[in-house]
Each structure stands twice: as structure tokens, then as C-alpha cells.
């Protein structure tokens, strides 16, 4: 990973308070105003392209219906993805994991690549998500660029099998493994994504003893931002990058990454 100023400002799903989640739109707009890294999410469709979406069906946040990986990327590439959000952003397509890493190529922008459970395959075929993600971001010059995550640790066991080191993290919900730093030192993660909820200070005193990086999720208001940037955190992910910038001006230091 280059050098970074920490705390690190990652806009979840893009710029989701203002913009539709996960669209190239949102990714610009969390760019712009300043995030240092976008959270994204991935899994497969039916023919297996690695696509941006959050949810495991297209209701909610596209003008599709059902599960995704029922659809073939022709067919995804026929929904609009932000219309549902506001009229403005209608026309808004589902991205592929593909042209995002083009933007990211472009803006140089770094990216937090979330790995939805729902592409686990327990077989891990030769072309399973996590190796196709990893061959995209080598093709593209880009392995330096990506945080992968997942809250499913068998991706994260699979990525420290590549050669290619690339970095990863885990992402742990509202309940946590009562020995999680050693989950993580045994995972050797580059950082651990709590809900930030369940954070307390010994833990983040723990993982920094361990040489792991804290990066909560998802933090959306002045007061949780201090708090946690108080508490020590290396970064927040957050819904409103714009906002999280502002607030954590007065902390942010360059810190190399060894
Ligand atoms: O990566 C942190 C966060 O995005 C995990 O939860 O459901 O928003 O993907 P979710
Ligand atoms: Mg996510």
C-alpha cells in the first residue's frame, strides 16, 4: 500500500448519502470530496462477471427484481441503477468490477472491494471470485490500489495462498469472535472493519499491538467520527465522505505503511 494520511476517509458504497450506492456516479462524487478510498461491493451474476451491487436480489436498488446471480451481465446492463435513488441519476447503470477498476486506473483512486458471501464457493474453483479480482487488478497495474474484504474468512485464507500478496481485510458484524485479534493476526490481515458499535479502545489497543489497522463501519455523524478518531481508529468508512473529510481535518497525519 503507498504511503496514506491517516486517519483514511473510505466512502461507503461511494458517496451514499447523497448518491445512488454503488455506481461510477457515487464513486466520482466520494472522490471529489475527498475520500482517500471507496468501499464497494462485489459478487457474481449468472455467467460469472464480478458485478458492483450490494444486495443479494435488484429491488431494492435497481429497476430489476429478483436474485442477482440470476441474471447474465447483458441483462443486469438493462436496469437503471440510480433512478430508484432520484430522477437525476436516472440512466445509472450497474457497474462491473471491471470499469471500476477502469475509474480507479483513471482518478487513481484506491479501492475497498467488499466480496459478498453470496460468490463463496467452498470448492474454490480456478476461477473464484477472489482470484479473478486479483488477476483484474494485476492486469490493470492496480494490486497496490485495493483493500479486498470480505466478512467470510475463507476468501481472506484463499487471497494469502496467491503469491501476489495482495492486501485484505476482515469485516466482523454486531457480534464479534471473543478472540478476534487473533483471528485476524492468524488471517494476517491489513485491517480489521468492525461495526462500529461493537468497538471498544482495548480492542483497537490490541490490534495496533498486533500491527493490524482499525477502519469501523459505518460512521455518520460528527460526534461517532470523533469519538472513534479519539478512541485511535486508522480510518472510518462512511456514507458521507464529505462530511467525514471536514471532521477529521484536524487529526490527519502522513503515516507510511510498512
Ligand atoms: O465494508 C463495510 C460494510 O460495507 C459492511 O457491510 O452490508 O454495508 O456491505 P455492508
Ligand atoms: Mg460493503
Given at each position: 500500500m503507498q504511503?496514506?494520511?491517516f486517519p483514511l476517509v473510505i466512502g461507503h458504497r461511494g458517496f451514499r448519502s447523497q448518491f445512488p450506492e454503488n455506481t461510477l456516479v457515487s464513486f466520482s462524487a466520494a472522490i471529489a470530496a475527498g475520500a482517500d478510498m471507496i468501499e464497494l461491493d462485489v459478487t457474481f451474476s449468472?455467467?460469472?462477471k464480478v458485478v458492483v451491487v450490494h444486495d443479494d436480489t435488484l429491488d431494492r436498488t435497481t429497476s430489476g427484481s429478483g436474485p442477482v446471480y440470476k441474471m447474465t451481465l447483458h441483462e443486469l446492463r438493462q436496469l437503471d441503477a440510480g433512478k430508484w435513488f432520484d430522477d437525476r441519476f436516472s440512466g445509472e447503470l450497474l457497474?462491473?468490477?471491471e470499469e471500476t477498476l477502469a475509474f480507479a486506473a483513471d482518478t487513481g483512486a484506491r479501492i475497498n472491494i467488499e466480496i459478498k458471501s453470496s460468490a463463496w464457493e467452498p470448492n474454490t474453483p480456478e476461477d473464484a471470485i477472489e482470484r479473478r479480482i486479483v488477476d483484474m487488478a494485476i492486469q490493470k497495474h492496480l494490486l497496490e490500489n485495493i483493500l479486498i474484504s470480505s466478512f467470510q474468512p475463507g476468501f481472506l485464507e484463499n487471497l494469502a495462498a496467491l503469491q501476489l500478496h495482495p492486501e485484505y481485510a476482515l469485516i466482523t458484524g454486531r457480534?464479534?469472535?471473543h478472540d478476534i485479534v487473533d483471528v485476524c493476526t492468524r488471517l494476517k490481515v491489513f485491517s480489521w472493519h468492525p461495526h462500529h458499535e461493537t468497538l471498544k479502545q482495548p480492542d483497537i489497543e490490541a490490534m495496533h499491538q498486533a500491527g493490524i489497522?482499525?477502519?469501523p463501519y459505518t460512521v455518520n455523524t460528527p460526534e461517532d467520527i470523533h469519538r472513534l478518531v479519539t478512541m485511535g481508529v486508522d480510518g472510518i468508512i462512511t456514507d458521507d465522505p464529505a462530511l467525514a473529510v471536514s471532521c477529521l481535518a484536524p487529526y490527519r497525519h502522513a503515516?507510511?505503511?510498512s
Open positions: 504511503r496514506l494520511i449468472k455467467d460469472r457497474p462491473t468490477l457480534t464479534k469472535p489497522r482499525v477502519f503515516r507510511s505503511i
